[in-house]
């Protein structure tokens, strides 16, 4: 039923066949260089995060006042003021646990004077988390001042609608107080201090 054919018949090698010894580790050395990344990777992703308030006052030693929770809406900048925004109310409650614990149990004597907002990168959410943590202390009565101190990137001004210039930038500290540049912004008790002119154009201070 089937015919059988032989095309080449087999050849014995004349020479031992052995493995590559530098083909082998240089193939295991590239194998362990990628399994240790992807370890990494998943150590990372699974034990090396902070993942609540606990993990970061561990992390730090330092305490924590409070969290917000994640919102992809914030990262756009819009909208930047969460207070009074029903799509926002779980922010916005998070933001009032951080001004108790600011202010404490006595709002008409904060334990605070000067509160400064910083972040190590742009865009890590400084200038949104200072206009609405001034927004909700300026609610219980306090006399809030929000000044904008990044000269390079101001955004208080867009965040409130105001104008820009005068700002910061433009006081000139022997003769000018701050109340010659604050600009009100529509919420009781809170006034803006914008970053001003660009320092190379910066001008004379408005008496």
């Known amino acids: ?56 006052k561990a992390a730090s030693g330092q305490r924590v006042l409070g969290a917000l929770p994640y919102e992809r809406r914030l990262q756009s900048g819009r909208p930047a003021l969460v207070v009074g925004n029903p799509k926002m109310a779980a922010v916005e409650e998070s933001l009032r646990a951080i001004r108790t614990a600011l202010i404490g149990p006595s709002w008409a004597t904060p334990t605070f004077r000067r509160l400064a907002v910083v972040s190590f990168e742009a865009q890590d959410g400084r200038s949104t988390l200072a206009a609405n943590l001034a927004v909700v202390v300026a609610e219980v009565g306090s006399q809030v001042l929000l000044v904008d101190a990044d000269l390079h990137r101001p955004r208080q001004h867009q965040i409130f ?8 930038s433009s006081i000139k500290l022997r003769d000018a107080y701050r109340n010659s540049v604050a600009q009100s912004t529509g919420f009781a008790n809170l006034e803006i201090l914008t970053a001003g002119p660009p320092p190379a154009t910066r001008g004379e201070v408005v008496d």
């Open 161 to 168: 609608g105001v104008a820009k210039e005068p700002g910061l």
């Open 1 to 56: 039923v089937v015919k059988l054919k032989v095309i080449d018949w087999p050849v014995v090698p004349s020479t031992p066949v052995a493995p590559r010894p530098r083909l082998v580790m240089g193939a295991a050395m590239l194998l362990a260089v990628v399994l240790g990344a992807a370890a990494a990777v998943v150590w990372e992703r699974w034990f090396g995060r902070i993942r609540d308030p606990e993990d970061l």
